[in-house]
Every structure is written in C-alpha cells, then in structure tokens.
C-alpha cells in the first residue's frame, strides 16, 4: 500500500515542487523592480485562482470517472470518459479566453488597484490569459492522466514547462546587464520588458504545456484513443458534470472570496499589496507535500470506490493524511522560525520584508491542520462525494475569511497581519468541518461500500 501511494505521490509532489519553483522565479525576478512590479502582478493573482475553477471541476469530474470505472474494471466506460475531457478543455477554454480578454481592461479598477499599477496589471492579465485554451487542456488532460496512475508524464510535462517559463523570464524581464561570476564579467543580452516580459514568458510556456499534455493523453494506452472515434457520450458526460459541478462552485466561490479579500488588502496601499503577494508567493513551497499528494489520495479513493472496498479506501486515507500532515509540520517549524529569510528572496524592500516576515509566522501554525483538509479533499473528489465540501467552503469562506476581513480592515484599522489572521481562520473552519463529515462516515453510503470484515466472519 505504502509502495502504490509513493509511485502515485512522488511524480505530483515534484510536479508541485517545479511549479513553486517557477513561482520563485517569477516573483524574485519581478521583485527585482521593486514594489511597483510586484503589486501590478500579484493583483490578479487570485483572479488566476478563480479562473482556473471551471479548468480544475472539469478535471476532477473526469478524473473521479476514470478512477472509479478503473476500479470497477469497465475499461469502456473509462476511454468515454477521456473523450469527454476534450469536449470540456475546447467549450471552457474557448469561453475563458474570450472572458478574461474582455474583462482585462477593467478588473485593476474593478479590484480597487493603486492608479500608478493599474495598466501592468491590465497587461500582465490580458497577455496570461491570451492562451487559456493551452492552459485548459493543461489542466484537465493531467487530470486524465492521474487518473489512470500515470502521475510521471504529467510531471514531466509541467517540468518541460516550467524550465521554458524560468528561461523566458531571465531573458524577457530584465534588461542586458554584466555579471561577474569568478572575477570575469559576462554581458547577458536581456529584452528589459518588465512585466509584459514576464507574461509574455507564462503565456509562451503554457503554449507548449498545453501541446504536450494533449499529444500524451492521445498517447496514453490506458484509455486507447488512438484510432477511436472521439464521440460525445450524453451518460458519462452527466456523471463528470454532476461530479466536476460542486467543485467548480466551490472554487468560484472560494476563488471571489480570494479576489474580493485582495481587493480589500489592495485598499491598504502598495507596500501591503506587495507584501501580500510574495508572502502568498512564499507560502506554496509549503504546502508542497499536500498538494502533491492529493491527486494520489483522489485516485487511489477512486479506486477504493469502484472496488467497493471500504477498508482499501480507509486505509489509503489515514496513510496519506499521515505522511503530508508530517511533512507539512516540519516545513511549518522552518517557516515559523525563518520567515525573513524566506521574503528576502523574493525582495530587498525592508518594510515588505518585515511586514511578510510577521504574516508568515501567523499563517505557519496552521500549516499541519491544512494539509488534512487539502488530503480530506482530494479522497472526496476522487469517489464523486463534492457537495458538503462546496458548502464547507462557502460557510468559511464568505463567514470567517471575507467578513473578518472586511471588519479589520474597512470598520477597525487592523492591517495586513489581521486580514492573514481571518484567513486562517477560514482554513481551521473548514478542516474542522471536513474533518467533522469524515469521522462521521455518514457520506460512505452513496458509494455502498463494502464494509470491512468483521472478527467474527475472519475467525
């Protein structure tokens, strides 16, 4: 069991650890132009969040149908469920492109941006968002693969991506410049594009993830689409939405809890605006191991489901709960204790680097608590059970995150640290919620599982 979760978690856990990295980049490059730089691009960082929602729905609802017709050894049923995955990545890129494209003059204002960030911010936007149909099949077709245990070819996938990203960036952001290295001086040629270069760069590196992720998922032999007819399946496309449709909720909901709880850190002027973004930024390395052993706790659960074994899905469960929780508190102690070395990678800007040392600290705490939520969720998309949680985070969300923050900010002049204290707050409601359902077991009886042997029938 502990040999299926590692072969399943290690490839998205360096998946997760690549795309950090590439975040690391991003923000340290930028960060070399100053705050200016970094507000215009963190701004619509949580506008990207809620984008992604539909991309991240679809994604699971494949995902929960592959797995569990796997499970269920009807290899049919789960080709169609492939095919369906590219009817959804063609309809919600189409859609997302022509949206985000629309709206990007518009949203600096609309979020309430200093005047001096709102046309980098505008452009970063619109040129990001250009290739969404890319970053859709980017997205879904990954969750294909993991779908059918094949976590490695995403992973390289993303790496191949995220290097072509970090190399645009060194070339695109700065301009030409002389480094010395050993006492002898190289001159590098640099566009000098700021933060057009660094959109230009994503924008460029999604284009190629997005290809390669396609021509894999034709490839897979698993689902064997090659030479198939792809057909649209009214059945199958029914079970992905019914299970993708509370999740994608969720994440919009969530995600405009992320873009308004921006607006109103936006409202506290550039330096919180700034500090909010690289600390934002400084937080993922953090929950590496939780994130990159979701995708094996959705599978393996949807494996569990479509076997109808009860003990196979329990065990798999605390296992993975067991090793990212543990994983995460360790990063959480090296948070807590170097936070100011951790934003002086990103910024020399001494008030950010004081202000996100202070906000890390409160966040870091809550780091062991959230990596049980994050695997909670992730067995409750791969076995279809998304409703409570799309209620969970709605109640914490919009009640403890948004509402809090609002009274901290606009009614009493708390700042920045209150806003990450009321963000925290939503991540502990809702692992206690989630954690709360799990215990409980009442959700099990959708899946009619079979229930584990009992002492008397093993004697």
Known sequence: MMRRILQLAWPTV?????????????????????AHASAAVGLTGTTMWLLHAPMFAAGIGVLSCISISLGAKNRDRAQKAAMQSIFLVLVCGALLTALTL?????LPVWLGAAPEIRHDASVYFAIVCAPMLFRTAST???????AVGNTKRPMVVNAVMNLVNILLNFLLILPSRTVTVGGISLRLWGAGWGVKGAALATAAAVVLGGVLMTISVWQEPALGLQGQKIRFCAPVMKECLRVG?????QHIVASLGH?????????????????????LTTEEAFYIPGYGMQAAAATLAGFSAGEKSEKKLRQYTLAIITMAAAL???????LFLFPAAMMGLFTKDPQVVALGASVLRIVAVSEPFFAV??????????????????????LSMWGVRILGTYLCITVFPFGL?????????????????MLARYLRGGWKRRLELDPPASAESRR
Request: aromatic content about 8%.
């Open 259 to 279: 873009v308004v709880f921006t607006g109103l850190i936006a409202r506290l002027g550039t330096i919180p605006m700034a500090t909010h973004a690289i600390a």
């Open 14 to 34: 360096m998946e997760e650890a690549l795309y950090t990295l590439v975040q690391y980049a991003d923000t340290a490059q930028v960060g070399a132009m100053g």
């Open 102 to 106: 629309a709206v990007s003059p518009f």
């Open 373 to 394: 939520l994050i695997i909670l969720d992730g067995v409750c998309n791969g076995v279809g059970d998304t409703k409570a949680p799309f209620l969970f985070s709605v």
């Open 417 to 433: 640290r209150a806003a990450w204290i009321c963000m925290v707050g939503d991540n502990m409601t809702r692992f206690g919620l």
């Open 245 to 249: 449709a509370p999740v994608g909720a």
């Open 140 to 146: 879904v077709f990954g969750s294909v693969l993991r």
């Open 328 to 334: 995460m508190t360790l990063l959480s102690i090296l």
